[in-house]
């Protein structure tokens, strides 16, 4: 690779799109040329618009104009989205039409039957299904979505076991990160030495989602895994780090020792590996019996590595266990840098040659 490739983001003033600010600085493949927010931030400087949370914003980046998510304004033809979903199902779809590659973060599309849900190390395969969405509504770019942020804490953990043994049933405690509800999310005295049970949608999308994620496509689309999943989702005071209580029943009956040994060995799918997101390791089993914590593990792979343990057998199901990983890399802007230097690397983005990567 000579030239990085200039991306833009869009809703880069929020929690997400920070992230992806942070994470797309400095990065080998990518340039960030634009980037977008709502009309609240247009025409000011990125450094005046975001309140910039985490280490240090480059002067390249702080001076970038903020410009309005439409796609006579911002020119990148690959676009990063970290768009409240509201705006991201028009605004997306916009984008999708005049020729983009939109890498989206919003709900708004995850679970049409055409869109690729993705989770790179998961299901790089579902890429195919770019195809068939770009048949079926005419686009000539297209829309590739990752998963909500505690889903893929749930389909990381249980994607090689359903590989080996077949998942059937998914009992799934959430302890969900502040940084989940954006910024300034959650507030004070309903977060201080709380739990709040309730995260509007949530449960919904880890029941609907992990079918998806782990299901197959053909040619009529995505066709969903038929587990049955149970989810309680909550909001804790922690900052980073989605964690999920899982108790799991199979179709096969492995002992905890297999299921450890597998847990152990995954590595994800080939294409996901060595490319500059790509986490050592994909999953690390912990043998303490405290672990994983947030505050400790959440940073493991530089955020990018699922953490797994307290792995024992289930009284009412087969195996239960704890998995946990950063929501807003893992489970947000590095899950979708990842899948655009995936697509990278297999010829889907636009102005890249495939293997180059
Ligand atoms: P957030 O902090 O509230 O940020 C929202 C962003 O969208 C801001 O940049 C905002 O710009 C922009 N925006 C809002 N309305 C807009 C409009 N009408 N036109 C253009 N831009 C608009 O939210 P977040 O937590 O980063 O979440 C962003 C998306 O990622 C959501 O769809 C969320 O569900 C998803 N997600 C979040 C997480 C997480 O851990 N936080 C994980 C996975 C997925 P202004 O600053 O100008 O208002």
Same mark, same amino acid.
């Given at each position: ?5 200039? =991306? ?34 247009? +025409? ?7 309140? !910039? $949370? ?17 796609? +006579? ?14 705006? &991201?199902?028009? =605004? ?35 890429? &195919? ?14 829309? %590739? ?31 969900? @990160? ?11 005295? #309903? ?39 149970? &989810? ?29 040994? %597998?847990?152990?060995? !995954? ?13 050592? #390791? ?15 593990? @959440? ?10 343990? $307290?792995?024992?057998? #289930? ?16 489970? &947000? ?17 636009? #102005?890249?040659?495939?293997?180059? !990567?």
């Amino acid at each position: 690779m000579t030239a990085r490739v200039s =991306v833009a983001v869009l809703g880069a003033t929020g929690a997400v799109g920070q992230t992806f600010v942070r994470l797309l600085d400095r990065h080998p493949y990518f340039r960030i040329a634009e980037v977008g927010a709502s009309p609240r931030s247009v +025409g000011r400087s990125y450094r005046e618009a975001a309140t !910039w $949370r985490e280490g240090e914003l480059s002067d390249e980046i702080g001076e970038l104009q903020v410009r309005a998510c439409d796609p +006579g304004a911002i020119r990148s033809r690959i676009v990063f989205s970290a768009l409240d979903a509201e705006a &991201a199902l028009d =605004v997306e779809r916009c984008f999708a039409e005049s020729g983009a590659i939109v890498l989206s973060n919003a709900k708004s599309y995850r679970m049409e039957p055409d869109v690729p849900l993705v989770i790179p190390e998961v299901n790089p395969g579902h890429l &195919a299904l770019l195809e068939l969405q770009r048949e079926r509504r005419g686009w000539s770019g297209g829309i %590739v979505t990752n998963a909500n942020c505690a889903v893929t804490v749930v389909a990381m953990a249980l994607a090689p076991l359903h590989e080996r043994f077949g998942v059937s049933t998914v009992f799934a405690t959430t302890l969900q @990160a502040l940084s989940g509800a954006g910024y300034p999310g959650v507030s004070a005295l #309903d977060a201080s030495s709380n739990i709040v049970p309730h995260i509007g949608g949530e449960e919904e999308k880890i029941e609907e989602e992990l079918g998806k994620l782990l299901g197959t496509v053909g040619s009529d689309g995505a066709a969903h895994a038929g587990m049955v999943v149970s &989810a309680h989702a909550n909001r804790v005071p922690v900052v980073h780090g989605h964690t999920a209580c899982l108790s799991v029943g199979f179709e096969t009956e492995p002992s905890v020792e297999e299921v450890r040994a %597998v847990l152990a060995e !995954w590595r994800g799918a080939e294409v996901s590996r060595g490319l500059p997101t790509s986490p050592p #390791d994909v999953s690390v089993l912990r043998a303490e019996a405290d672990r994983p914590q947030p505050r400790r593990d @959440a940073d493991t792979g530089s955020g990018m590595s699922l953490v797994i343990g $307290r792995v024992r057998p #289930d009284p009412v199901l087969d195996v239960r266990l704890v998995a946990m990983a950063h929501n807003t890399v893992r489970g &947000a802007a590095g899950g979708s840098v990842l899948n655009a230097e995936v697509m990278g690397r297999l010829g889907l983005l636009p #102005d890249v040659e495939e293997g180059s !990567w």
